[in-house]
Nanobody, 128 residues
């Protein structure tokens, strides 16, 4: 099994920044794709940013240029640096991961259906 634990959420004012972390543990030695998603009240969960084991990254359009996803392999931790946050960014942010042990490459993805493991989420609240 795999456990994902997010941290780093909080309350900030418009224009502020936050850095989210996601610590992974368990059976995580295979090829992988990892991502950040968010879900606002009454809305569907949507992809924010993702990375794969070749280091390729993808961002949702609204996050391009103001966020950065990265992974520290030694710490088995995923990060999301978010800048210039706006009230519409208020949501619960989730870390997600999939691991593969067949030797094939699975590219980055912003689709929820491409992920097997999910964290509990961390709340991000942005006030005007």
């Amino acid at each position: 099994q795999v456990q994902l634990v997010e941290s780093g959420g909080g309350s900030v004012k418009s224009g502020g920044s936050l850095r989210l972390s996601c610590a992974a543990s368990g059976h995580t030695s295979g090829n992988y794709r990892m991502g950040w998603f968010r879900q606002a009240p009454g809305k569907e969960r949507e992809g924010v940013a993702a990375i794969d084991d070749r280091g390729a990254k993808i961002y949702a359009y609204s996050f391009e240029g103001r966020s950065s996803i990265s992974r520290d392999n030694a710490k088995n931790t995923l990060y999301l640096q978010m800048n210039n946050l706006q009230p519409e960014d208020t949501a619960i942010y989730y870390c997600a991961a999939s691991y593969f042990f067949n030797g094939y490459y699975y590219p980055k993805s912003l689709h929820t259906s491409d992920y097997t493991f999910w964290g509990q989420g961390t709340q991000v609240t942005v006030s005007a």
